[in-house]
Structures are given as structure tokens and as C-alpha cells.
């Protein structure tokens, strides 16, 4: 079950915000302040973190600025609440990280439409980052490859072009797209050098290189089961 922080000076308001949640099926923890918020975080980062711009000890932007500048907190989802109504308010809190933000007064459906948009939203951009196909893994923020949890070192096209199959599984990725999307051309003489890249990714793969297979005339698939 997914933790959501709420950082929230109106009691009123937070309890409202926490018994929506929780009977959405989230577990959540209140606070009034920034400072009990830092405290409990040092402790355990949540999933999701809905944040008031008007606090008594420090205002939401300038925790947002912080939590995006810590490697723990940095890709925290977040949306903040505000009554502020303005379009520069708005504008400023999705400039310094914020991941949305929602305008009080709200009502309790679309705090839990937002929640569960962002939550999903940043379900996919994880799974992204971490592709498995068979014995590949490729940690997309560290830019790691591993075949049977051996490390693989590519090279910078090699790693684009694994990471484009990867991401196309099962799919034929044709030759033009492949030339478009690693190469930015789609120069027909560039195509032997897409077939010399094909050949030496699949010697690094080792046992694995079989899985990339070539669809004659039309470009080149990887194959194999997801997990």
C-alpha cells in the first residue's frame, strides 16, 4: 500500500485530505509543519507527497527546491495545494519540480483523480527506467547493462540501440526509425553502420545476442519474455 505524506497547516483541511485518501486505499501521515515533515522524512520517504504552498515555518516552494535537490527526495512526486489562483503561482510551482498542483477549494474526487493520475504516471516512468527482457537488465539511470547479472559495457550507440529494442519489444523496429531515433538521419548510407552496430551489440550480449533478430528488409526485433 502506497504512503502519502500531506503537509498541511489547516487541521481541518488535512484531516479531510487524509480520511479521502486512506478510503481510497492509500496509508497516509499528516503534518502541520515543514519541520515535522523534514523529521518523518528522514526516517521514510513516501510515495506521493501532498504539499500546501502556505505554511507556518517555511512555504511549499521553498521545500519543494529542497527536495528536489537531495538524491533521496529528488524524483519525489509532488502536488501542491494552494489557494493561490493566479496563473504565475501555478506556473512557479511546476518551474521549481512540482509534478502538479491543485487549486483550493478542491473537492475530495478530483484529489484522488490527481493522486492516482500522478501515482501511475510515475509507476511508468520507474518501469522505464528499469527494463528486464530474459536475461537483459538495463538500469536506464545509471545507464548499467547486465546479461545473466554480468555486467556489459557499450558503447553509447550500442547502449541507444539496446535500450530502443528493449523499449520495442516484440515490435519490428524498422531501419528507418532506428536511424532516426539513435542516429538522427535517416541517411540510407548509414545503414551499414546500423548493421556493423547490430553485429557487434549482439557479440557483447553473448548468449543473449540471439534474441535480437533480423526481419529481412524491413529492420530488426528482440525477442524474448518480459519479467
Known sequence: MAMIYIVEDDENIREIEMFALKNAGYEVQGFEC???????????VPAL???DIMLP??????????LRHTAETRKLPIIMATAKTTEIDKVKGLDIGADDYITKPFGVME??????????????????????????????????VFVNDEPCELTYKEYELLKLLLLNAGIVASRDMILDRVWGTDFEGESRTLDM????????????????????NVGYMLTGERS
Do not use: N, W
Not at 493522486?115 to 545509471?142: N, T
Open 34 to 44: 515543514a519541520a515535522a515533515f523534514y523529521a518523518r522524512l528522514k526516517e521514510k
Open 49 to 51: 507527497v501532498l504539499l
Open 57 to 66: 515555518d517555511e512555504d511549499g516552494l521553498t521545500i519543494v527546491k529542497k
Open 111 to 144: 484529489l484522488i483523480s490527481r493522486v492516482k493520475a500522478l501515482m501511475r504516471r510515475s509507476r511508468g516512468m520507474e518501469e522505464e527506467r528499469m527494463i528486464r527482457l530474459g536475461p537483459i537488465f538495463m538500469d536506464d539511470e545509471k545507464r548499467t
Open 197 to 216: 552496430h547490430i553485429k557487434t551489440l549482439r557479440q557483447k550480449l553473448g548468449s543473449a545476442g540471439t534474441m535480437i533478430r533480423t526481419v529481412r
